[in-house]
């Protein structure tokens, strides 16, 4: 015969030099047990008393949980002075050193858009788990994003899901499961003064730069004068050079 399943378990969290309060669990539609609950009681009976009173008035099972996309909407995940998660954290540091700043949160906002919910957008919170999080990064991956950039974006999702754990939504976050990649730079070819030199000669103009007078003059200009893209950007105005 299968075994009976009760609709809730007990059990004693001890707390120091204090009686044990009984918490309880339940159970999600994937017959996972839920995050535990205090009932507020430290003896079992009355604890008991408490989930099955809560069992008969229909309150006892916990609400389903958000997707990802609706707990972004609702926590306004990232957006600067909305986001509660954010409001947290500056509240809670020194002014003159503020937790976070504005830029990281811009850019957090964008990759949250652009990489995370278009994949994982639809998946309620508990159903993200460590597999998807890798399958996420190996999507990354195929894209071409070099491990830093992978690291970076699993970030974002990692703090909101550690913030769902501590809040008592999820039972775990999925991503403490999960290695993050590699994050040492590729290599890169050094730009030699022979290189430079091929690049600069006027007589590369037409086989080099193909043609673009304009983009061999603001190169030629940067090295030899050591401008910066903002001082040469008004050079784009000119249409007509005479050499």
């Not at 937790?99 to 990759?111: E, K, N």
């Amino acid at each position: 015969m299968p075994r009976y399943r009760e609709s809730f378990t007990l059990y004693p969290r001890t707390r120091k030099n204090k009686k044990s309060i009984w918490y309880y669990r339940t159970y999600d539609s994937f017959s996972r047990r839920t995050a535990g609950r205090s009932t507020g009681h430290t003896s079992k009976t009355r604890a008991r008393r408490f989930c099955e009173k809560l069992l008969q008035e229909g309150r006892l099972l916990q609400p389903e949980l958000p997707t990802l996309r609706q707990w972004t909407e609702q926590e306004y995940w990232w957006c600067w002075g909305e986001c509660k998660y954010l409001s947290r954290r500056l509240a809670r540091s020194s002014p003159d050193r503020p937790a976070v700043q504005r830029r990281y949160a811009d850019d957090a906002l964008r990759a949250l858009e652009i990489h995370i919910l278009p994949i994982l957008g639809n998946r309620r919170l508990d159903q993200i788990s460590p597999i998807e999080c890798e399958l996420l990064l190996e999507t990354w991956e195929k894209q071409g994003a070099a491990g830093k950039t992978i690291n970076n974006r699993a970030s974002i999702l990692r703090i909101m899901l550690g913030e769902a754990y501590r809040l008592g939504l999820l039972q775990e976050n999925p991503w403490t499961r999960v290695q993050p990649y590699d994050a040492t730079p590729k290599p890169r070819d050094t730009f030699t003064l022979a290189k430079a030199k091929l690049l600069l000669d006027p007589r590369t103009i037409d086989t080099v730069w193909l043609g673009h007078q304009l983009y061999y003059l603001l190169n030629l200009v940067a090295a030899t004068t050591g401008c910066r893209q903002g001082e040469l950007l008004p050079l784009r105005q000119v249409t007509a050079f005479s050499w």
